[in-house]
Structure formats: structure tokens, C-alpha cells
């Protein structure tokens, strides 16, 4: 197993100390998590958050007019955007944008930029099968694109590191949750547990990033189930953040659903190229 020459407690505390120093949400990320899962949020109180950020406010103006999105007519203030778009999605916009820019360089790394694809695989394939789940879609791309914030903070902190994670996992055929805890002195699902209660965002998520490893329970699917589900679904439908699974062959999936989604994808095959075309849409507008 990977191990750190550092003992685990020290090295656990040195991460946390980094992770103070990354900041990479704007005030106004962290306050919109707050205030969309209130139940009486209102549009001009959400417009007006968000105009206080310039920055925040020219790329939400600029996604909301993408043809990603489709809008029907073009969009020409935050105001504007919030209403056509809806509270939620204009929160999964503002975190999708702030998440890739946290990120930066460290996607140059093959290895690290898989992890991000799985993270938006996570994302989209929560938007795409809440529905078989009697969810609404848009909270359910927001849950599955922040459950791996935690590992997106180690790579982003320690890109050499984690890189190494990675790579030892998969010569040594080890669990990725196992190789962190011996390089970091903590896994991904308890990083992202610590960040999102350091980050004042509402308490479901620390659920959703504590976790998401586990399996999916039997019975009602709810947003922490159907994220767990995604989790494996994006590995088994080819975006792993780790090649190797120590779990091995799972069985199909599908069939965990409350609905089975096949009148929509007949094929796991067709579900990967819808996905990998949405993530390669998005990252061209991300980067534009």
C-alpha cells in the first residue's frame, strides 16, 4: 500500500491546513448553496447574490446563452436567467463553473483529468435518470456533481500525489479509498465531508460526499441513493476515476432503478455516448 512517510494523524492535519488555503469558492457560492435550499428563496434575491460577483454573473450570463442549454430566446440578465433557468439549475451553472476553475492546471494531468470526467459523468447521469426516480432533475445534478469534492480538493492540492494514488491503485490492484488514506491519512469521503461543513453548505451534502461509496440500499431511491447508484454507473459505463475496480465485474445495474430507463437509453453503450457528448459540451463551453 502507498504510504506517506509521514505519520497519519500529522499528515491528515497538513492536509486540512491546505485545504484552508485552496478558498475556491467565491463568498456568493457558498451563500446561494445557503439560500436555494431555503423553501421561500426568491428569484431577485438569487439575481441580486449573484450580481455582486461580477465575475460569477459574466459566466452565468455566458452559460445561460450557450446552445448547451438551449434557451429559447437569449437571456440578458442574471434576473433573466434565473427565471428561465430556475434557482437549481442556475446553482448546478454556478458550481460546475467554480468547480472546473478550482481545478485548473491540475487537469493537464491525464490521470486527474479522468477523475474530473467521472465526477460530471456522476452529474449528468444523476440528471438523466432522476426522473426513473421520481426526483427532480436539477438538485440531483448538483448532489452528483459535489460528490467527489473531496477527491477533487486532494488532486487539487496535491496533483504529484494524487497522480501517484492513482497509479499505485492500479499497479498494485488496491482500492483507491485505501491508497489515500496511506498517502493523505484520510480517504476522499471524509476530505469532502470536512469541506462542505467548513464550506457552510447545506447538511445533505456532507452525506452525499461521506457516502457515496457505499452501496445504493434496497428499496426507495432518494438523492443519497441515486448518487451512490451514478457513482458506479459512471465507472460501468466507462468514465472510472480509477482503472482498476477492486470490487471486479458488478452486475447490471439497471434494474435497481424504481423505472427502468431503457425506453430512453436501450443500451449502456448509448448512455456512455450521450454522456461523453454532454461532458465534451460542457468542457468546450467551460474553456471558451
Known amino acids: ?29 457558498a451563500e446561494l ?15 441580486a447574490l449573484i450580481r455582486a460577483d461580477a465575475a460569477v454573473s459574466a459566466e452565468i450570463m455566458r452559460m445561460a446563452n450557450s446552445p448547451l442549454l438551449g434557451a429559447r430566446s437569449q437571456i440578458n440578465s442574471v434576473l433573466h436567467a434565473v427565471v428561465v433557468l430556475g434557482l437549481e439549475r442556475v446553482r448546478g451553472l454556478v458550481m460546475t463553473l467554480t468547480l472546473r476553475r ?15 470526467r467521472h465526477n460530471m459523468a456522476c452529474a449528468l447521469l444523476c440528471e438523466e435518470l432522476a426522473t426513473a426516480c421520481f426526483l427532480a432533475k436539477d438538485p440531483c445534478y448538483t448532489a452528483g456533481l459535489l460528490h467527489d469534492v473531496g477527491r477533487l480538493a486532494l488532486l487539487a492540492s496535491f496533483p504529484s500525489d494524487y497522480a501517484n494514488v492513482l497509479d499505485m ?10 491508497c489515500e488514506r ?4 484520510m480517504d476522499h469521503c471524509e476530505a469532502g465531508q470536512w469541506l462542505v ?25 432518494d438523492k443519497i441513493a441515486l448518487v451512490q447508484f451514478c457513482c458506479r454507473m459512471a465507472d460501468t459505463v466507462g468514465f472510472m476515476a480509477s482503472v482498476f475496480d477492486p470490487d471486479g465485474a458488478i452486475p447490471p445495474l439497471w434494474s435497481r432503478l424504481p423505472v427502468a430507463p431503457w425506453y430512453q437509453f436501450p443500451s449502456q453503450s448509448e448512455l456512455s455516448l450521450t ?3 454532454k461532458i465534451n459540451a460542457l468542457e468546450c463551453s467551460l474553456l471558451n
Open 275 to 277: 454522456i461523453g457528448g
Open 182 to 185: 496511506g498517502m493523505f491519512g
Open 1 to 29: 500500500m502507498l504510504v506517506s512517510a509521514v505519520a497519519p494523524s500529522q499528515r491528515k492535519s497538513q492536509v486540512l491546513k491546505s485545504f484552508k488555503r485552496l478558498q475556491p469558492f467565491p463568498p456568493v457560492v
Open 169 to 178: 491503485a492500479e499497479r498494485y490492484q488496491l482500492g483507491v479509498l485505501e
Open 197 to 221: 461543513q467548513e464550506w457552510g453548505f447545506p447538511e445533505e451534502f456532507r452525506a452525499i460526499t461521506g457516502r457515496h461509496h457505499q452501496p445504493a440500499p434496497e428499496g426507495r431511491f
Open 33 to 47: 448553496m445557503r439560500v436555494v435550499a431555503e423553501d421561500e428563496a426568491k428569484f431577485k434575491e438569487i439575481s
Open 102 to 116: 478550482f481545478l485548473s492546471s491540475a487537469l493537464e494531468v491525464p490521470s486527474l483529468l479522468r477523475c474530473w
